[in-house]
């Protein structure tokens, strides 16, 4: 329910729909690189691609909304910003009140060892760890769920210690990734799209081996 979401926040990033409306968090999966990037990419090759990967999401997100035809459904991205530059939307706060992935914040530390330093939260995945992204919202705003009973996340990164090592790493360490396996996982990213994600933006469509043209 959006309202499990605008509870948790200042007015200023509530989403404007009621309270009980129905709302998907979207995630993707380490498998996403293959089953639907490069396919994707191959299909679109000759085409203008800015972003292989919001335009890969963007295009399996409108085929769910050729899927409900008779209903209205809004999709927001993660990437999309207000005038205001705030984001749409705060997609661990999704995440985290959709019970989809654990949010790991400072608050969860009962001892904190960092004094006047900013430390920013991560999501963890109880299957993929961090091995994975969180890539939009699905709202339908004519659909009401008022007895929708909310599940919480699952608490996988449960010891002080844990969650002290998690936040430094994410925090300080964030390039090497080692964040991402502080639980042990089913699934991670091949080493094929660490290479990608690790490659500066501009010279990713090298690696895609998408030609000047496409680009």
């Known amino acids: 329910q959006v309202g499990w979401y605008n509870a948790v926040l200042q007015p200023a990033f509530h989403l404007p729909y009621p309270d009980d409306t129905l709302a998907f968090v979207v995630l993707s999966t380490p498998s996403m690189f293959d089953k639907a990037l490069k396919p994707f990419v191959n299909k679109e090759r000759l085409k203008i691609i800015r972003d292989p990967v919001d335009q890969c999401v963007s295009h399996h997100l ?46 969860d530390v009962k001892l904190d060892p960092w004094g006047e330093k900013k430390i920013y939260g991560v999501c963890i995945h109880p299957k993929y760890g961090g091995w994975f992204a969180i890539r939009g919202l699905l709202l339908f705003p004519d659909i009401q769920v008022p007895f929708l009973e909310q599940s919480a996340p699952v608490d996988c990164v449960s010891t002080e210690e844990k969650r002290i090592e998690l936040l ?26 660490k290479a990608y994600f690790a490659t500066p933006p501009a010279e990713r469509f090298r690696l895609l081996g998408l030609t000047q043209e496409a680009q």
């Not at 909304?65 to 209205?72: A, H, R, T």
């Not at 994410?170 to 080493?191: A, L, M, P, T």
């Open 62 to 107: 409108s085929c769910v909304k050729e899927k409900f035809p008779d209903q209205k459904v809004d999709v927001i991205f993660d990437y999309e910003i207000l005038p205001s530059r705030k984001p749409k939307f705060l997609a661990q706060t999704a995440a985290h009140v959709a019970g989809a992935a654990y949010y790991y914040q400072r608050k």
């Open 168 to 193: 430094e790493q994410f925090n300080f360490h964030w390039q090497d990734g080692r964040y991402r396996d502080i639980i042990e996982v089913k699934e991670r990213y091949s080493e094929e799209q």
